[in-house]
T-cell receptor, first 113, second 117 residues
Framework: DGGITQSPKYLFRKEGQNVTLSCEQN?????MYWYRQDPGQGLRLIYY???????QKGDIAEGYSVSREKKESFPLTVTSAQKNPTAFYLC????????????FGDGTRLSIL | AQSVAQPEDQVNVAEGNPLTVKCTYS??????LFWYVQYPNRGLQFLLK??????LVKGSYGFEAEFNKSQTSFHLKKPSALVSDSALYFC???????????????FGKGTKLSVIP
């Protein structure tokens, strides 16, 4: 079955540590996205990529970094500069058409130890 | 800039009754509108979309939505609610005329639907 796989499901970060969240898709989608979800705040866009080796900042990119070396993969690194990283992180993809819905993975919940 | 508002944080409805989850939007051109559902600790699942054409859009699990251009609204509806419909619902808008990054979706803050047995 085609879909988006996020791992791990749960992740804990120590003070001063960088952590990387994995996102892999087998939908052959060109575009991939990372969102942060906090209770009562909806989804906020962190980064997005429309093509391999290119990505753009979203609304809340500070303290995060990404790479897009392969079409299928779009990992997100939460750096030590992100002082409030506790949240639910969602990865999505779509086929870059204007009428294309985004497809979502099942998320990674990040907490501070 | 595009934006979307979901005016109700929570909606409670009795099982078997019709349900409505409200959404209003703001875009500079013609909007592309989407509804998603999220169950606890899961990702968002696509329910339906409005691109053009009929103002009443039918989607998954018996849901439908009515597009109203004059009121800039796109309310989600279901004739008879099920307990299993209890979840978090998100409305999203895309403005294809917004230039760079115009494939981005802007999401509302979500509405928690509780269906009471």
């Amino acid at each position: 079955d085609g879909g988006i796989t996020q791992s791990p499901k749960y992740l804990f970060r120590k003070e001063g540590q960088n952590v990387t969240l994995s996102c892999e898709q087998n939908l052959n989608h060109d575009a991939m996205y990372w969102y942060r979800q906090d209770p009562g705040q909806g989804l906020r866009l962190i980064y997005y990529s429309q093509i391999v080796n290119d990505f753009q900042k979203g609304d809340i990119a500070e303290g995060y970094s990404v790479s897009r070396e392969k079409k299928e993969s779009f990992p997100l690194t939460v750096t030590s500069a992100q002082k409030n990283p506790t949240a639910f992180y969602l990865c999505a993809s779509d086929g870059l058409g204007e009428n294309q819905p985004q497809h979502f993975g099942d998320g990674t919940r990040l907490s501070i130890l | 800039a595009q934006s979307v508002a979901q005016p109700e944080d929570q909606v409670n409805v009795a099982e078997g009754n019709p349900l409505t989850v409200k959404c209003t939007y703001s875009v500079s051109g013609n909007p592309y509108l989407f509804w998603y559902v999220q169950y606890p600790n899961r990702g968002l699942q696509f329910l339906l979309k409005y691109i053009t054409g009929d103002n009443l859009v039918k989607g998954s699990y018996g849901f439908e939505a009515e597009f109203n251009k004059s009121q800039t609204s796109f309310h989600l509806k279901k004739p008879s609610a099920l307990v299993s419909d209890s979840a978090l619902y998100f409305c999203a808008v895309r403005d294809p005329y917004s230039g760079a990054g115009s494939y981005q979706l802007t999401f509302g803050k979500g509405t928690k639907l509780s269906v009471i047995p």
